[in-house]
């Protein structure tokens, strides 16, 4: 298993303005995720952060509205760039900490998003 | 692209009672299939995994597979008011995993 952080747990933001949120894992993994959960709504899948190289985005999510970063085996940041009220929403580090396909993911606790 | 299906609910059942969530999948070729729950503002957490059809036990939670169907269920006996909360279904993709929409259980007092 895994043990992750994320910081801020939530936080409250103005229109136009940008956030970043870090996630940290307790021990080295091949493969972390952000996942974006609006109320009441499923999980939703931002991106794959790779370490040493480009996130890898879904549909619908593009590097500049959402940079990450992932600058070693246990780390990784989520901006929230220009922010609008549709961004409110939780977000969500997930690890899988043996990439291989078919194993077992894990969550963050979250990060609570409010736009005014 | 891979499916998964589950009814949102929500699913109301009198404590004490088996609560029975089911979940259908698109890829005959899945291998393994996981439960999570997801309590209301909180993150989803791993409840049970499963790989071989069957049943698969652990504690009061019970996991079954039918590859030939496509279908995995999991089945919540002697339900307690704190089991209320959404259970999500996955399996596999490229990585990560594919995840269902997740359906809302009620364990009613």
């Known amino acids: 298993s895994a043990v992750i952080s994320q910081k801020p747990s939530r936080d409250i933001c103005q229109r136009g303005t940008s956030l970043t949120i870090q996630c940290q894992v307790d021990?080295?993994?091949?493969?972390m995720f952000w996942y974006r959960q609006q109320p009441g709504q499923s999980l939703t899948l931002i991106a794959t952060?790779?370490?040493?190289?480009?996130?890898?985005?879904e549909s619908g999510f593009v590097i500049d509205k959402f940079p990450i970063s992932r600058p070693n085996l246990t780390f990784s940041t989520l901006t929230v760039s220009n922010m609008s009220p549709e961004d409110s929403s939780i977000y969500l580090c997930?690890?899988?900490?043996?990439?291989?396909?078919?194993?077992?993911?894990?969550f963050g606790p979250g990060t609570r998003l409010t736009v005014l | 692209q891979k499916e998964v299906e589950q009814n949102s609910g929500p699913l109301s059942v009198p404590e004490g009672a088996i609560a029975s969530l089911n979940c259908t999948y698109s890829?005959?070729?899945?291998?393994?299939f996981f439960w999570y729950r997801q309590y209301s503002g909180k993150s989803p957490e791993l409840i049970m995994f499963?790989?071989?059809?069957g049943d698969k036990e652990d504690g009061r939670f019970t996991a079954q597979l039918n590859k030939a169907s496509q279908y995995v269920s999991l089945l919540i006996r002697d339900s307690q008011p704190s089991d209320s909360a959404t259970y999500l279904c996955?399996?596999?993709?490229?990585?990560?995993?594919?995840f269902g929409k997740g359906t809302r259980l009620s364990v009613i007092a």
């Open positions: 021990s080295q993994v091949t493969m």
């Open positions: 499963i790989y071989s059809n």
């Open positions: 890829d005959r070729g899945s291998q393994s």
């Open positions: 997930s690890v899988d900490p043996t990439g291989v396909t078919g194993d077992t993911q894990y």
């Open positions: 996955a399996v596999p993709g490229n990585t990560p995993l594919v």
């Open positions: 952060a790779n370490q040493g190289s480009e996130a890898t985005y």
